[in-house]
């Protein structure tokens, strides 16, 4: 496959982050949901079972997963050498585990 008809497919960016990316895109729509409810229509249920503030967490590592894949998979749609992709790629991969374990510890 040439670079010119490269698409995010799971042949060109793998399969596991393919999947990844799309199973957060979903989750994300159902965080989203389960944030609406409580902060719009007042579903504070969750406040009472303690599982709210865990949730608003794992929006945030879902958003920046779902983030990171899809920059990921852009990056490897562009026509920079191999050095180059994979520089930034770990570059912001790093960025993303570091901005997660802030959040966890802190």
């Known amino acids: 496959m040439s670079g010119a008809t490269a698409t995010r497919s799971p042949a060109t960016v793998g399969y596991a982050p393919w999947i990844l990316h799309r199973a957060t895109a979903v989750l994300l729509v159902l965080l989203l949901a ?40 852009t990056l490897l749609e562009t026509t ?20 997660v374990l802030v959040r966890i510890i802190g």
Not at 37 to 65: E, N, R, S
Not at 84 to 99: D, E, H, M, S
């Open 34 to 73: 389960v944030h609406i409810a409580v902060q719009v229509f007042g579903f504070t249920a969750l406040y009472g079972l303690g599982i709210y503030q865990p949730l608003l967490d794992l929006t945030l590592v879902a958003v920046f997963m779902h983030g990171f894949l899809g920059l990921r998979a």
């Open 80 to 99: 920079w050498n191999r050095g180059t992709k994979r520089l930034v790629i770990w570059a912001l991969g790093v960025a993303f585990a570091a901005i």
